[in-house]
């Protein structure tokens, strides 16, 4: 089983900055993509930013130029830096990881989610 667990949100006034960080633990063999999604009030959950073990990036166009995504891989950890944040940006933010685990000599892939954090910007 792998356990995200994240850290860093919360509220803030309108151009400001958070920082997000997200820690995967439990069976680990190793971990592909790690990414951010959001979910605002009513609204679907959005992929936010994502990277993969080669640190390729991926961003939606709502955030690019204002967020950075980070990961270490020898820690199984991902951040992400929120700028100039703008109250569209609130919602839960949440931490998912694409992870391979073994048994032995079985090896098996997974989704994993966080819990989510709140990220409320005021305006």
């Known amino acids: 089983q792998v356990q995200l667990v994240e850290s860093g949100g919360g509220l803030v006034q309108a151009g400001g900055s958070l920082r997000l960080s997200c820690a995967a633990s439990?069976?680990?063999?190793?971990?592909?993509?790690m990414g951010w999604y959001r979910q605002a009030r009513g609204k679907q959950r959005e992929l936010v930013a994502a990277?993969?073990?080669?640190?390729?990036?991926n961003y939606a166009d709502s955030v690019k130029g204002r967020f950075t995504i980070s990961r270490h891989n020898a820690a199984n950890t991902v951040s992400l830096q929120m700028n100039s944040l703008k109250p569209e940006d609130t919602a839960v933010y949440y931490c998912?990881?694409?992870?391979?685990?073994?048994?032995?000599?079985?090896?098996?892939?997974?989704?994993?989610w966080g819990k989510g954090t709140q990220v409320t910007v005021a305006s």
């Open positions: 998912h990881a694409d992870v391979q685990s073994n048994s032995g000599s079985y090896y098996y892939t997974g989704d994993y």
């Open positions: 990277i993969t073990s080669g640190g390729s990036t």
């Open positions: 439990g069976t680990i063999f190793s971990i592909n993509a």
